[in-house]
Antibody, heavy 120, light 109 residues
Framework: QLQLQESGPGLVKSSETLSLTCTVSGGFIRSSSYYWGWLRQPPGKGLEWIGSIYYSGSTYYNPSLQSLVSISVDTSKNQFSLKLNSVTAADTAVYYC????????????WGQGSLVTVSS | QSALTQPASMSGSPGQSITISCTGTSSDVGGYNHFSWYQQYPGKAPKLMIYDDNNRPSGVSNRFSGSKSGNTASLTISGLQAEDEADYYCSSYTTNNRVFGGGTKLTVL
């Protein structure tokens, strides 16, 4: 069974870069059928798609975050990563990684989520 | 403000049927057949319940069904059970983007 696990600092200072990694187990990131995505959910609020990556490195980003976001993939480690630059308190959220159908489709499997708090 | 509009809360009694709506535009909900619904319990990750408008993933109860008419999609839960009490989110493909509704908190009375 496919499992995803987010890892990274739980506390980031304002104006710095948020970095998270998602490790995939029970399956291969080098799959022609799926993209791998990042989403977030501020406390008490709804879901927001951040961006997605294909194993080849092809990416899609949420237009509202595109200038601040970078997603990369390491197929040798079965991992993909998120970097969000110049964070503010508004970026405090639970960050999820997920397996996504093509093209920019539904999210089939999710990690448990990682709370990242931006402090001043 | 979310791109798709859902009622903030709904409630129903056990055994009843309930329908949650999600309204968008012809650029998202009405324009593509890549609409999905998610169920989320407090403190847990969302779970895919419906994909491609009206398809259920393996393992999802057939009490859950999806439909769409124009720019509005709907999730119907029949034979409401206590375990259905959760937050429900709709999501649609739009050009080079994936958008969500604000979520509906379903209470089973």
């Amino acid at each position: 069974q496919l499992q995803l696990q987010e890892s990274g600092p739980g506390l980031v200072k304002s104006s710095e870069t948020l970095s998270l990694t998602c490790t995939v187990s029970g399956g291969f990131i080098r799959s022609s059928s799926y993209y791998w995505g990042w989403l977030r959910q501020p406390p008490g609020k709804g879901l927001e798609w951040i961006g997605s990556i294909y194993y080849s490195g092809s990416t899609y980003y949420n237009p509202s975050l595109q200038s601040l976001v970078s997603i990369s993939v390491d197929t040798s480690k079965n991992q993909f990563s998120l970097k969000l630059n110049s964070v503010t308190a508004a970026d405090t959220a639970v960050y999820y990684c997920a397996r996504q159908g093509l093209p920019l489709g539904e999210f089939w499997d999710w990690g448990q989520g990682s709370l990242v708090t931006v402090s001043s | 403000q979310s791109a798709l509009t859902q009622p903030a809360s709904m409630s129903g009694s056990p055994g009843q049927s309930i329908t949650i709506s999600c309204t968008g535009t012809s650029s998202d909900v009405g324009g593509y057949n890549h609409f999905s619904w998610y169920q989320q319990y407090p403190g847990k990750a969302p779970k895919l319940m419906i994909y491609d408008d009206n398809n259920r993933p393996s393992g999802v109860s057939n009490r859950f069904s999806g439909s769409k008419s124009g720019n509005t999609a709907s999730l119907t839960i029949s034979g409401l059970q206590a375990e259905d009490e959760a937050d429900y989110y709709c999501s649609s493909y739009t050009t080079n983007n994936r958008v969500f509704g604000g979520g509906t908190k379903l209470t089973v009375l």
